[in-house]
């Protein structure tokens, strides 16, 4: 057995968001062997996202110690403190300048495992997200899918695709559905930006709250991600909690937030137009419709599931439709409705073990992107984190070496807030002028 299995392994986590927080943590423990004595630190990398301490909570992923950092930050930690196994779960800028900035900090020295990945669906900006992922020793696949399309992208422009690692995604699990529930409940998976504008959100919240009086022997759930003010993965400009007030609503429908798999317990239709909440439904066997009304859109993401036999209407639904997946596409996606779901991440373990055991330091992080191949890109998306061209903090960049005073403190949440504020009340408004 490799000493890496038994041994006690440090593991550090960082993310800027509760979505990525919450992938990033469940991540590492499946990754790590289940005889092994695991810490596991989280980093949360400070930012509009920042997750709030309610979302971390409805996240219900526990750390031994959890700190919020900027990327400078991070950085100068990850030089002191010596961990086995590092876990970007950032958005793919993020990912590449923490590469670079990792590479000058750790040098030629030792280092850990560096493992990257993403949150759910793939969708859009697939070269994009992926060449900025380049460089992590583990670049992990929810599904066999995703792990084909990575290695052509990797292969197609010339870089190492070796990196690619099939998984599943960590938070699929939970009781297989077993039959209708009394009353008989139908869930709507809300998501902060799909659709991104008043009208086709309006749209979907009308028929939702049509549909619970069309059933009144239903119970009718809107499933909101965050509350107002919250921010997630992405931005919500137009929360359905505001759309809702002053709406007439009938006694059957309700707005629930909570742990997507508590809320799956008791759900006999799960609907969304593309939130990865359904694929957590397939995993279970919950049916499951993904909405055809706006259209099969890429801005949408619901092309992702042509061929799954989800699609649908509100109007086959009020008619009573229920969905039947097609069990080829279902095994492509990773959500191991077969009950394979335990052996998922066992390439990823062994490769792990693997670079662990190793004699000698790995050797240093070499990304896709450099000042050569990318000098156009590369330099700005560094500079969004404080970060030269080398991957070394700029003069004048935040760092660690002493912990922010109470003035300073008072300063970042008030800054936060005016960003936020911006972001959510601001730029909309700004934007709907410019359509005037």
């Given amino acids: 057995m490799p000493a890496s299995a038994t041994k006690s392994l440090r593991v550090a986590v960082l993310a800027d968001s509760d979505t990525r927080w919450k992938w990033g943590a469940l991540t590492a423990q499946r990754l790590t062997p289940t005889a092994a004595e695991v810490r596991l630190d989280g980093y949360l990398l400070r930012g509009r996202a920042t997750p709030t301490a309610r979302q971390l909570q409805e996240v219900g992923v526990r750390a031994d110690s959890l700190s919020e950092v900027t990327g400078v930050e991070f950085l100068h930690a990850m030089s002191q403190e010596p961990y086995d196994i590092l876990v970007l779960a950032l958005v793919g800028g993020g990912v590449q300048a923490m590469l670079h900035g990792l590479r000058d900090a750790w040098g030629t020295g030792p280092r850990p495992v ?134 007439d609503v009938p006694g059957n429908f309700r707005l629930v937030y909570g742990h997507m798999g508590e809320v799956l317990d008791r759900t006999d239709l799960l609907v969304t137009v593309s939130s990865t909440a359904a694929l957590e439904a397939l995993h279970r066997r919950v049916p499951t419709v993904v909405l055809t009304d706006l259209g099969v859109r890429e801005a949408l993401g619901n092309h992702h599931f042509t061929g799954s036999g989800c699609l649908a209407s509100w109007d086959q639904l009020d008619a009573g439709h229920r969905p039947a997946p097609d069990e080829k596409w279902v095994a492509r996606q990773g959500v191991a409705a077969d009950g394979s779901y335990e052996t998922a991440f066992d390439a990823a373990r062994e490769r792990i073990a693997t670079l662990l055991d190793r004699a000698g330091a790995l050797p240093p992080l070499t990304p896709y992107y450099t000042p050569e191949t990318a000098p156009g890109y590369l330099p700005g998306i560094l500079a969004r984190h404080h970060l030269g061209p080398d991957g070394a903090p700029l003069p004048g960049a935040p760092t660690a070496d002493r912990a922010p005073g109470p003035v300073r403190q008072i300063v970042r949440r008030a800054a936060r807030g005016a960003y936020r504020h911006g972001v959510q009340r601001v730029a909309p408004v700004i934007r709907r002028m410019g359509e005037l």
């Fill in 114 to 247: 560096v493992v990257t990945g993403y949150v759910g669906v793939v969708y859009e900006k697939l070269a994009d997200g992926l060449l900025l992922r380049h460089g992590a020793d583990l670049v992990l696949a929810n599904s066999r899918h995703d792990a084909d399309r990575f290695r052509a992208v990797y292969e197609g422009v010339g870089a190492d695709a070796s990196s690619v690692t099939e998984v599943a995604l960590p938070f699929l699990g939970g009781a297989p559905y077993s039959g209708e529930h009394e009353p008989y409940t139908v869930v709507f998976a809300a998501q902060p930006s799909v659709p991104d504008n008043r009208r086709d959100r309006t749209y979907l919240l009308d028929r939702l709250i049509r549909h619970a009086r069309t059933h009144p022997e239903r119970e009718v759930l809107l499933k909101l991600r965050s509350k107002p003010g919250e921010h997630t993965t992405h931005i919500e400009e137009l929360p359905y909690q505001k759309l809702v007030q002053g709406k």
